[in-house]
């Protein structure tokens, strides 16, 4: 087996939430959990548990917010925000590829103010000194950008809906969630597999648009529902809600953050360190605790680097090719082990040099 | 374990493709399954496996489709079916929950001729005599109604784009494959678990309409980028793709199909002989062969029946809530031995009498 798996999505999860998922494939209640209803009460209480499971992590629970868990990815959310909320127009913050993709949706759908871009600079950082309109129907964002291994360190003070795509770094670090009235998240990062969107809303950002709106594109469809209006994606969500247990086991939000704070530091402190090497990010703030991004100075020891990462056993290395050089992502289920492997195996490489 | 399991979808699926999709959650070339790149190589064989492998069983190779594997369910193809095909009117169908629900989604899209309608006499017979108007943009129609248990036997002979939800009968029998522009299944009948949906569509339907459609709901997007628009539901395309596999080696549709109808003959036969109990579909050539529904005529025998199939480790045989009484569900991976199961608990409980 590979141990050190630094994909950078679908990534790694708890190697406990892999053999739970594999025995409840084979046996889940007496039958398997991907031959049971959706409808049945085991499912029912599965798809609670999760919901309730993400607002607690969130500090979330009896603020008003509902957790859905749904199909299609987050790229249906850069359609659903809009159709859903967008009625004359919107502000976003352009930070990276998903949310350029996230403003091209928009447009569809009114105007799009977008306060501030890095795409210029192929996204090296995250734009600041921006103004956010107050006469928008909401201000979007994501939080941390994969790709580019930027992350924002901070929840912009805003007086309209604050929308916020965290797929990429959601349950890995503390934020003033309550600020958020809609929050998204594709499972396949820090949550679960691929397969489910987790959405906490705040219900009274809803049905204040004139338009017409799709059933299954509609969040008070899914509300009105509890997230079953249509056959659910089972086993996702089941794998999802093993993974928020392990969260909740292992001391929440607070200590994962802890943890995801020293595998960054381990790796960026011998970024900096190792003259081999330079990091992609232009300032240290804006760099992602979950991505980090990073080049070889001299791309003569490629081949070399390359042979010895694979050979300690290390998976998922390779930047995005928007960016190239490396990409290490060190999600939640990422052990300070792994990350420490790769620093020794940067360190054999400059003493090789 | 249950043996018997009669549920209507997520379902029964082969026994060995549970056991190859609890070892790929523990161990897919040496990673899980569940954390594994969909850009990896090792997905992307699985995706083209699975994409050729739904156009093969169908005789739909080579043939101007493209299959697709969506996340979203097909209750999400409600509404991309118009949004990509519906310029001015389309015809409907109406023979169940679903097909209603497909019709409401349309008519925000353009006018919707309902050709005929089964809706008040609860969907116990499959509307007959109907005229497909030939100035429409389509015609929609379901061939299987799960709730109701009534299924379509032959293709309609159109001279408009031919669409149709196959989501519970889908690789189940053959049918002629090739008058159909666009098929869609959720795949939590005979293909795989929840989480996915296949689409086959024949490209040159579509660029028709004027609208704007956005990314994620326009069909071309996803064939443009092999159906890896975004990142799909891996776990639940990997075991469609196992299903697949297993029917491929089981002899194909036209081997299952035989294996169905004898399942379909038993219980049928076993509905007309016993007068304990009485089939709810009106006339027998509606009758589906995956979904078999019935009541028992005397309600004093419930209670008995009841404790009698549970005993017998059958589950799921309970109707629909807008049907009542029970419903059979044999799809594809049910065995002929828990249909004679079932059979044998009808008798013994008219033994019993």
């Not at 025995?23 to 209640?29: E, K, Q, Y």
């Not at 912009?156 to 890995?172: G, N, Q, R, T």
Request: proline share 3%; glycine share 6%.
């Amino acid at each position: 087996m590979l141990k050190h798996n630094f994909s950078a999505g679908p990534c790694i999860l708890p190697q406990e939430v892999f053999k739970k998922a594999a025995a409840a494939v084979l046996n889940f209640n007496d039958l398997s959990i991907l031959e049971i209803s959706h409808r049945s009460k085991d499912f029912v209480s599965v798809m609670e548990k999760a919901q309730s499971l993400a607002l607690e992590h969130l500090g979330l629970t009896g603020k008003g917010y509902k957790a859905l868990f749904l199909g299609g990815g987050a790229s249906m959310q850069f359609l659903m925000v809009a159709y859903n909320l967008l009625e004359k127009k919107a502000a976003y913050l352009n930070t990276g590829t998903w949310a350029d993709k996230a403003i091209k949706e928009a447009k569809m759908f009114g105007e799009v103010i977008e306060v501030a871009s890095s795409k210029a600079d192929n996204y090296n950082h995250i734009p600041k000194g921006y103004v956010i309109p107050e006469d928008v129907d909401y201000f979007h964002f994501q939080t941390n950008n994969t790709i580019f291994g930027t992350q924002m360190q901070y929840t912009p003070d805003v007086s309209v809906p604050l929308i916020c795509d965290m797929s990429s770094d959601i349950f890995s670090r503390q934020r003033d969630f309550e600020k958020y009235d809609l929050i998204y998240a594709g499972a396949q990062k820090n949550m679960g597999p691929a397969g489910t969107t987790l959405i906490v809303v705040k219900e009274d950002i809803l049905g204040k648009v004139s338009r017409q709106i799709p059933s299954m594109l509609d969040y008070r469809t899914h509300i009105s529902k509890d997230s079953m209006f249509n056959t659910p994606p089972v086993f996702p969500i089941y794998v999802s809600m093993l993974t928020l247990e392990w969260l909740k086991e292992n001391g929440g939000i607070d200590a994962i953050e802890k943890l995801n704070n020293q595998k960054a530091a381990l790796i960026y402190n011998e970024i900096d360190r190792n003259e081999l090497f330079n990091g992609f990010v232009k300032e240290k703030e804006d760099r992602s605790a979950m991505n980090a991004t990073f080049v070889l100075n001299d791309s003569a020891h490629t081949a070399a680097f390359d042979a010895m990462w694979k050979e300690a056993g290390i998976n998922g290395l390779n930047g995005h090719r928007s960016v190239g050089g490396y990409r290490a992502s060190m999600y939640n289920a990422l052990t300070l082990e792994s990350v420490q492997t790769l620093v020794d195996v940067m360190q054999q490489l400059e003493k090789n040099a």
